[in-house]
């Protein structure tokens, strides 16, 4: 028996998936943000994205109905917060005093987060280009009604692991795959469209499950000191 019981943790050791490194919340700025050039007092908010993964002991699988129910919960979060702030904020999918039809704004919003998409993992990849101005949307960000009053085009999207009740304690006993998140927050200049922040939040020091249901405990936080960091709004006040 204890033979058998050895050669099932051997194995559970060769099976199980590395655990995630998780990383330390970081951001960069655009020159014009640091300076205090560039304040932010209305922003457009794209709709959010979010992509939740299960790992149990047969392996990863999507959440497609919890993903959509967290990037909802995540875009109202990162809103109120900014709202907060006392910045104006407009849904990127209002047609306001346009001339566009619904369809037509749903049409310019898909293009702009598909013109963001192609260049995020660049900028993952190389963030500090930001403060150079390399990143762009270019001239879609005209497209959005909502670009004509607001100063920066906000993107919100997440991922996360979470673990079945098996998952979890093997990996007590062996490691793997453990709970983590991390939100990703990136501003657009709504007029030029040049990306003029990028921000990285994990949930490094709430280990768990808390970043599903309360998504306000994990990022809340690390999301006022990263709109402190820019100087929107209310904040301006703070950092003349």
Not at 2 to 25: C, E, G, H, Q
Not at 101 to 119: H, R, T
């Amino acid at each position: 028996m204890k033979t058998r019981f050895a050669w099932m943790m051997i194995l559970a050791l060769l099976v199980a998936p590395a655990a995630k490194a998780i990383t330390p919340s970081w951001s960069y700025e655009a020159a014009k943000i640091t300076n205090g050039s560039f304040p932010i007092r209305s922003a457009c908010m794209m709709p959010a994205t979010g992509k939740l993964t299960r790992i149990g002991m047969k392996g990863a699988e999507g959440m497609s109905k919890e993903s959509e129910d967290w990037a909802a919960a995540l875009e109202s979060l990162v809103e109120a917060h900014l709202k907060t702030a006392n910045v104006e904020m407009t849904p990127a999918m209002s047609v306001g005093t346009s001339s566009a039809s619904a369809e037509e704004v749903q049409q310019a919003v898909l293009q702009v987060a598909e013109k963001y998409n192609g260049i995020a993992a660049q900028i993952n990849r190389k963030p500090k280009e930001i403060g150079k101005g390399r990143y762009t949307l270019g001239d879609e960000v005209a497209l959005l009604p909502c670009a004509a009053k607001a100063d920066v085009i906000v993107f919100v999207a997440a991922e996360g692991q979470v673990t079945t009740g098996g998952k979890k304690a093997m990996s007590l006993l062996v490691g793997g795959a453990i709970p983590y998140a991390s939100l990703v927050l990136t501003m657009a200049d709504a007029k030029t469209g040049e990306i003029v922040a990028f921000a990285r939040m994990s949930n490094a020091e709430n280990f768990g499950e808390k970043f599903v249901a309360q998504a306000n405990d994990v990022f809340g936080k690390a999301l006022d000191k990263q709109f402190g960091k820019l100087r929107l709004g209310t904040y301006q006040k703070a950092h003349p």
